[in-house]
């Protein structure tokens, strides 16, 4: 009869320790630019119990400068932000904003083609990327430097690249045609990288051999360039659409919208161009996508809301609106569209007409809808707002609760909710833990 193997304790251990630690993200994360589908949804309830919003305050923490959003992946958080010399990714207990690591690399406050509106930014804006297979976190800081940490390893770094000496991206031109170039903005790099299976996507800029660019997860070698050459726009980032059953990539550039394949043997090829072209070159809300559709928005020159159904032989106009959002990335949910930008809005999905609109927000604003049908909106200087959708309050916005004033300076940095807490953010880098209780 066979004996049966017997494995030392410390082989033991060890297997347990990478079964811990490859354990991939669950529905409660947020791993990703607008969080775990992409869009803007979660599969948690807001909180509210019928009567009041209980949120305790759990804890405050400060993690540089920037309008990157925070990531969490279990019990950690991870966020990019900024001394003014240096870029630092700080992962952070989720639960009491204890530091558990932190890696800082040299960069500046500003991309080195900056130009405009250094009033209310800096630091780096894109939000990093979380690959759950191999527990590796892109970030992407302010001055193109592209790097890969290895989170299993308290942030080692796996490789870097800086992508504008690398590529040699220009500075944005000054598109919207003013005189003395009083509308030439350059806010560096905004965009979110994307993981797509062995694929890491960036939106590059790289005018001469293509503006999106994949590249090896592992190693960041360079795998493709797309076929458009657009500047960056100063969009969240590459979002995940599905054409005729082909994968593809919706991306906002500073001149158009396009859709782009990412399959095998056809990755970075183009299948629809659609003009969209804005002053300051701010084509900043990321497109928001539902089965073949992609909404894009943006104010000042284009001041429109504009629906698209797409296939593989180009795009359709469903319709287009004059109720834009500036800076919001819209979410789409149930029949409707809200977005939070000078006030929060609500519209038909099928239509483009407005179903109602409320509140006084300004500019600086993001939302989420909860799986209880509420929507939150993070806003202006630290306000947190809890609001009905449309199939909850069909005629009017109706607002269950405000919390007022959590900071002093601009609510760029996105919204989080995961695992029952709300994880608010200002330019700064203050940041504070919120966490749910109760629900109806």
């Not at 082989?11 to 947020?30: M, P, S, Y």
């Amino acid at each position: 009869m066979a004996r049966p193997t017997v494995f030392p304790a410390c082989w033991l251990l060890g297997w347990i320790f990478l079964r811990l630690a490859t354990v991939e993200t669950t529905a409660a994360d947020w791993p990703h630019w607008r969080g775990p589908q992409r869009n803007d949804h979660v599969s948690e309830p807001s909180g509210w119990d019928g009567q009041q919003w209980p949120l305790d305050d759990a804890w405050t923490a400060n993690v540089g400068e920037g309008s990157s959003s925070p990531l969490v992946i279990g019990n950690r958080l991870y966020c990019l932000g900024s001394n003014g010399n240096a870029e630092t990714l700080s992962c952070l207990n989720a639960g009491n904003g204890g530091v558990v690591w932190q890696q800082s690399t040299a960069a500046p406050l500003y991309g080195r083609h900056s130009i405009g509106d250094k009033g209310i930014y800096s630091g780096p804006s894109s939000t990093p990327e979380y690959d759950a297979s191999t527990g590796y976190l892109y970030s992407l800081g302010i001055d193109g430097d592209l790097r890969c940490w290895d989170t299993r390893r308290s942030g080692r770094e796996v490789w870097s690249i800086n992508l504008y000496d690398r590529f040699g991206a220009p500075q944005r031109p000054d598109v919207g045609g003013k005189r003395g170039g009083k509308s030439r903005r350059d806010y560096g790099y905004t965009s979110s990288p994307l993981v797509l299976g062995d694929t890491l996507i960036v939106e590059v800029g790289d005018v001469r051999a293509g503006t999106v660019k994949g590249f090896d997860r592992r190693s960041g070698s360079l795998k493709w360039s797309s076929q458009v050459k657009d500047e960056a726009g100063h969009s969240g980032g590459p979002v995940p659409i599905t054409v005729d059953g082909v994968p593809c990539l919706a991306i906002l550039t500073m001149r158009n919208l396009v859709i782009m394949r990412t399959d095998d043997q056809h990755a970075g090829e183009t299948i629809v161009t659609y003009p969209w072209t804005t002053d300051f070159a701010n084509n900043i809300p990321t497109p928001a996508v539902l089965s073949n559709s992609v909404l894009i928005t943006t104010a000042y020159n284009r001041y429109a809301m504009c629906r698209l159904d797409v296939t593989l032989r180009g795009a359709t106009k469903v319709w287009e609106s004059d109720q834009p959002s500036g800076v919001c990335s819209p979410v789409i949910h149930d029949g409707h569209v809200y977005w939070a930008w000078r006030g929060v809005h609500c519209v038909d999905w099928q239509t483009g007409k407005e179903v109602w609109r409320g509140d006084r927000v300004g500019t600086a604003g993001s939302c989420l809808v909860t799986d209880d049908d509420r929507l939150v909106v993070w806003a202006d200087r630290g306000n947190l707002s809890l609001v009905e959708t449309a199939r909850r309050s069909p005629a009017a916005y109706t607002e269950l609760s405000r919390f007022n004033g959590l900071f002093r300076r601009d609510a760029w940095p996105h919204v989080v909710l995961a695992q029952g807490r709300f994880y608010c953010k200002d330019r700064d880098g203050n940041l504070k833990c919120l966490v749910v209780k109760g629900g109806d």
